[in-house]
């Protein structure tokens, strides 16, 4: 699913992509009928949550990633801990969640 927001982000967008990793994407869980269930991370920022919801938004307009976008069903967040690594810090957006120092 990174690979697919990746490829469809901009020239502005890369200045906070280029820093994401796949820690800081959301839990997945496929259901018996195709569904996935998602959840964010709950200390994730609301800048890069944007970011994924814009990158989204890309891909259900693309009839490559539609049919596979519309099975894809936010239930809340995820309690998953966030890693232990500093925090991301781009053009003064904290984008992973980390609490700015």
Not at 1 to 6: G, I, L, P, Y
Request: with cysteine.
């Amino acid at each position: 699913m990174m690979k697919k927001r990746e490829a469809t982000v901009n020239a502005e967008e890369r200045k906070i992509w280029k820093d994401v990793s796949a820690e800081l994407m959301s839990d997945e869980e496929v259901c018996h009928d195709g569904t996935v269930n998602v959840m964010r991370p709950v200390w994730r920022t609301d800048c890069l949550n944007s970011l994924i919801d814009k990158l989204d938004g890309r891909l259900r307009d693309c009839p490559q990633s539609s049919m596979f976008m519309k099975r894809r069903v936010y239930v809340g967040q995820s309690p998953r801990q966030k890693p232990l690594k500093p925090h991301v810090s781009i053009l003064g957006h904290h984008i992973s969640g980390f609490p700015a120092q």
